[in-house]
């Protein structure tokens, strides 16, 4: 990450009801961290993992955004496409 994005990003999450936002999308953001790894484990560009799951490199993208949340299907898909192993775990908070 850049050093300007750095500062303001701590800037902004200075603001209580902006760090109460941000910590609400952990989980989409650790699942988008997760499939970003997954494709880049796997050496694909998203085009290539699009062309693999019968999608468009858009929906890739989104996925890896967390701007949508991936179906337990879509998930298994991108799994398969990556060579990956879905493991899907509840735990206490």
Same mark, same amino acid.
């Given at each position: 990450?850049?050093?300007? /994005?750095? +500062? ?5 999450? @200075? ?9 609400? &999308? ?22 290539? /993992?699009? +062309? ?5 490199? @858009? ?9 949508? &949340?991936?179906s337990v299907k879509t998930l298994l898909r991108f799994a ?14």
């Amino acid at each position: 990450m850049s050093k300007r /994005l750095e +500062v303001l990003k701590r800037k902004m999450l @200075s603001d209580r009801e902006v760090r109460d936002a941000y910590d609400a &999308l952990e989980e989409e953001f650790n699942l988008a961290r997760e499939l970003i790894a997954a494709r880049t484990r796997a050496g694909l560009t998203q085009c290539e /993992l699009a +062309v693999r799951m019968g999608t468009s490199q @858009s929906v890739i993208a989104r996925l890896e955004s967390g701007a949508q &949340l991936p179906s337990v299907k879509t998930l298994l898909r991108f799994a398969k496409a990556t060579r990956s192993r879905p493991i899907i775990k509840l735990l206490v908070a």
